[in-house]
């Protein structure tokens, strides 16, 4: 086995953080894995190419446990309340808990959300259009999928909306100890909400969650606690930014949305394209080695912290012919952005609907939508782990 090599020895910096791709692109032509370091200086192993980044995310001996790390993984330092949840447990208690969740998110029940995520789309575009002039971040693509996963759970708007800004401070803090402060609310807030949930169960999946922990052992309330962060935040987070970033990629390629304007029923198409060319997540949920592993002609030893790179494999020339070109028509539209194998995303029909219907009800609503500012002056999260708009404002006279 060879050794990585690499120039880029701390490649996420302002420049990825502006465009991750060229790094990308620089770090697989050097080779598939590599040795770099975190921001806060973390030591991982970085998988690039797609053939070994599909591969590593069905590889049973690939832990999302951290009791298998053995190099100071440091991660987000969750609460053990928060920390039991289907992103950190392997095939047998991942299974269990999936299923106990997995009929919120039924194609049955994504298909009675239809009307919901249709309404409030138009409701959001009514304020866009009263607005004139307005950042489509905090307008329309942030409140939708709070407003759908919050009817879920049966939690209020305005409790949606200050969740998800505990998000965002996980993923980009903004000071030192932003993040741990994040996570504080987070966990207390969710403590509460089970505990008045519990005193006043509701016809929603989270007073669900409750009667099966209380009537039965098959959830800790840790697990509980854990499963309703993760819906909050995974029902929400990545939906939001891919629809900005997705309307986005569209303006950059005025032709692909002309094609789409003409012919509406490509909007499927055009999702799974933006999947692939625009998903702001960067990484599959990072992974511990059981045992020493050959990934790319590279030896990573047991209980390093590996990252399965999903933007770099959505880049790979070698799987995806002219691959920074976004294309309606590329006959080759399967991707990762939704996981693969057993960590595939429970909530992938819900998030498939909400993206088609916020962008078509943009399209169809407002025919001369356009940038508020020129496309240099948009500014992005500071995250390795997320490329994601921090706004973006749009004209829709």
Not at 56 to 64: A, K, Q, Y
Not at 286 to 314: C, M, N, Q, W, Y
Request: net charge neutral; aromatic share 6%.
């Amino acid at each position: 086995m060879t050794q990585p090599t690499t120039a880029l020895s701390r490649p996420f910096d302002h420049e990825f953080f502006q465009d991750p791709y060229p790094t990308y692109a620089r770090l697989r032509d050097a080779g598939s894995v590599h040795r770099i370091a975190l921001p806060d200086g973390s030591p991982v192993w970085l998988v690039t190419r797609e053939r070994d980044v599909r591969a590593g995310l069905t590889d049973t001996r690939l832990s999302v446990n951290k009791a298998h790390s053995t190099n100071g993984y440091r991660g987000f330092s969750l609460p053990p309340a928060l920390d039991a949840n289907l992103l950190n447990i392997d095939p047998d208690d991942h299974l269990r808990l999936r299923r106990l969740v997995s009929k919120g998110f039924t194609p049955r029940h994504v298909e009675q959300l239809r009307t919901r995520v249709a309404t409030v789309a138009a409701q959001l575009a009514d304020r866009l259009a009263e607005a004139g002039e307005a950042d489509l971040v905090t307008t329309f693509a942030n409140p939708l999928p709070l407003a759908v996963i919050g009817d879920l759970l049966a939690v209020p708007e305005a409790d949606s909306r200050t969740f998800s800004g505990w998000v965002a401070a996980m993923f980009a803090p903004e000071y030192p100890g932003h993040t741990a402060e994040a996570i504080g609310h987070i966990h207390r807030y969710l403590v509460d909400l089970i505990a008045d949930r519990r005193a006043r169960p509701a016809d929603d999946l989270l007073s669900s969650l409750i009667a099966t922990r209380d009537e039965g052992t098959r959830l800790s309330e840790d697990e509980l606690v854990s499963l309703a962060f993760l819906i909050l935040m995974a029902g929400s987070e990545n939906t939001q930014h891919l629809i900005s970033g997705g309307l986005l990629a569209l303006l950059r390629h005025p032709d692909q949305l002309r094609t789409l304007r003409a012919r509406p029923e490509l909007m499927p198409e055009a999702v799974e394209e933006l999947f692939r060319f625009a998903h702001p997540n960067q990484m599959a949920i990072r992974r511990f080695p059981t045992e020493p592993v050959d990934i790319g002609g590279v030896r990573i030893p047991a209980g390093d912290t590996v990252l399965l790179g999903l933007a770099a494999a959505h880049r790979d020339p070698a799987r995806y012919p002219e691959p920074d070109r976004f294309d309606l028509h590329r006959a080759d539209k399967v991707h990762l952005a939704l996981g693969h194998g057993v960590h595939y995303c429970l909530g992938a029909a819900l998030a498939r609907l909400e993206i088609r219907t916020a962008l078509s009800t943009l399209l169809d609503r407002f025919p001369r939508l356009r940038l508020a500012v020129p496309d240099e002056q948009l500014q992005w999260r500071a995250s390795f782990r997320s490329h994601a708009l921090k706004r973006l404002p749009v004209a829709v006279g």
